[in-house]
């Protein structure tokens, strides 16, 4: 059973800091991992995608994968209160055409 | 921004009807889904469409489910006869030439069964 597992919080963090968001996959055979934001009676809206070991950065997000450790995390720098959502990871493995999601960790961005 | 839309945004059904969901996904991609969301749960995979047939499918996507794509632009979900566990949000999602590339998602169907 492929697994995507993240803690599903809510996680408080005050406006202005960095949120850290984690999660962790069963299957080594995953390729590509993604992190979608979703509010509250809305669609997951994508935020980033990552397919290397290391870092990825694009504006105030950065996502970080660890193939060794099957565990991919995102990084939002200076929290806003609009980043108050849902972040689901989401993963997709190499043979499958299927991305499998987690739960979801609630963000709560205190003003 | 392109954008897939989903019609209608709500849809009320009584059980053992049949229901289509209607999508219309981003025009220059190739690769096409079905999610669900039950309140308070996980987004779930459906089904796959590719080159005009289904690429995969899950365990929830039974013979009461059906898909297709009609003429050019549009991507639709059939479930014949609903039953109350098919309340939920149905989501479409499409994706671009390259396998790898991330889904995006419709704004969803929440359908509601009687």
């Known amino acids: 059973q492929k697994e995507v597992e993240q803690n599903s919080g809510p996680l408080s963090v005050p406006e202005g800091a960095i949120a850290s968001l984690n999660c962790t996959y069963s299957?080594?055979?995953?390729?590509?991992f993604f992190w979608y934001r979703q509010y509250s009676g809305k669609s997951p809206e994508l935020i980033m995608f990552?397919?290397?070991?290391g870092d990825k950065e694009d504006g105030r997000f950065t996502a970080q994968l660890n193939k060794a450790s099957q565990y991919v995390s995102l990084l939002i720098r200076d929290s806003q209160p609009s980043d108050s959502a849902t972040y689901l990871c989401?993963?997709?493995?190499?043979?499958?055409?299927?991305?499998?999601f987690g739960k979801g960790t609630r963000l709560h961005i205190l003003p | 921004e392109p954008e897939v839309t989903q019609t209608p945004s709500h849809q009320v059904t009584q059980m053992g009807q049949e229901v289509i969901l209607r999508c219309v996904p981003i025009?220059?991609?190739?690769?096409f889904y079905w999610y669900r969301q039950i309140l308070g749960q996980k987004v779930e995979f459906l089904v796959s469409?590719?080159?005009?047939?289904?690429?995969?499918k899950s365990e929830i996507f039974d013979d009461q489910f059906s898909v297709e794509r009609p003429d050019g632009s549009n991507f639709t979900l059939k479930i014949r006869s609903t039953k109350l566990e098919d309340s939920a949000m149905y989501f479409c999602?499409?994706?671009?030439?390259?396998?790898?590339?991330?889904?995006?998602f419709g704004d969803g169907t929440r359908l509601s069964i009687l």
């Open positions: 999602a499409s994706k671009g030439r390259n396998s790898n590339q991330p889904q995006h």
């Open positions: 299957d080594r055979g995953s390729q590509s």
């Open positions: 990552i397919y290397s070991n």
């Open positions: 989401a993963v997709k493995m190499n043979r499958d055409d299927k991305i499998i």
């Open positions: 025009s220059n991609h190739l690769y």
């Open positions: 469409f590719y080159n005009n047939e289904i690429s995969e």
